[in-house]
């Protein structure tokens, strides 16, 4: 049973620091989250029309906390991001697990369309080792796609809605976001297939538990201090 707790207490702080090392400059409501404030630090620390491209876990983009969204809006309203990369589960097998994507933007302005790019294969198989090359690479397309996103907008905005959208990338626009918490899952916004229905990868399914179940640590965390505060 203590092995079991020490194991629980290291998994619900991992990832976090204590509050009174986080200076003012990057706090985001009341969170601890680092990669929030990593986030955060970058979008102030860039200059104006400076770019950033940077991997982030898959929760940043889909959190429901106060945090989350705050820093979404701040990036989506006061940044221009041009593009989100869905990348494969287990892409950094044998080091990680988690599920990430790539988030590409450029500091100032207001962002009117995200480009969502979703790859299933890297190259490599998408096992433990992470080691063994495959033909299956969609990263030059989808490079491509990102390089060649204005041409690609017109496309996709010309395109008939009613068609079945067989591209391994889309857009939205920011209506869209705000109306969906500035949620920048690629997965949100994917045209659904009409002549099959894909169901979600069980590995990104647990992905998104593991998020939601840090997300309402946080929460809990955050009320604490308030009822502390107020005591």
Not at 119 to 142: C, V
Not at 190 to 203: C, F, L, Y
Request: proline share 4%; with cysteine; aromatic share 8%.
């Amino acid at each position: 049973m203590g092995l079991r707790y020490e194991r629980t207490e290291k998994a619900a702080t991992a990832g976090r620091v204590d509050k009174d090392r986080i200076v003012d400059d990057v706090k985001i409501g009341t969170t601890t989250a680092t990669e929030l404030l990593f986030l955060k630090y970058m979008m102030d620390s860039l200059r104006p029309g400076g770019r950033c491209g940077v991997i982030i876990p898959e929760g940043v983009l889909f959190g429901s906390t106060g945090a989350h969204k705050e820093l979404r809006r701040q990036l989506i309203e006061n940044n221009r991001v041009e593009a989100v990369m869905s990348l494969p589960g287990g892409v950094f097998q044998p080091y990680s697990g988690v599920k990430t994507s790539v988030l590409f933007f450029r500091k100032g302005g207001t962002t009117d369309n995200v480009l969502f790019l979703h790859a299933d294969n890297d190259g490599y198989k998408l096992d433990a080792n992470h080691d063994t090359p495959i033909e299956s690479d969609d990263l030059p397309g989808l490079i491509a796609a990102y390089r060649d996103r204005e041409a690609g907008l017109r496309a996709w905005e010309a395109r008939d809605p009613t068609a079945e959208w067989t591209t391994q990338w889309w857009f939205a626009d920011a209506a869209k976001l705000r109306a969906n918490d500035f949620n920048l899952s690629a997965g949100r916004y994917r045209p659904m297939s009409q002549t099959q229905v894909e169901h979600q990868d069980p590995r990104e399914l647990l992905d998104e538990l593991a998020a939601i179940e840090a997300e309402i640590g946080e929460e809990i965390d955050a009320l604490r201090v308030a009822l502390s505060e107020a005591a």
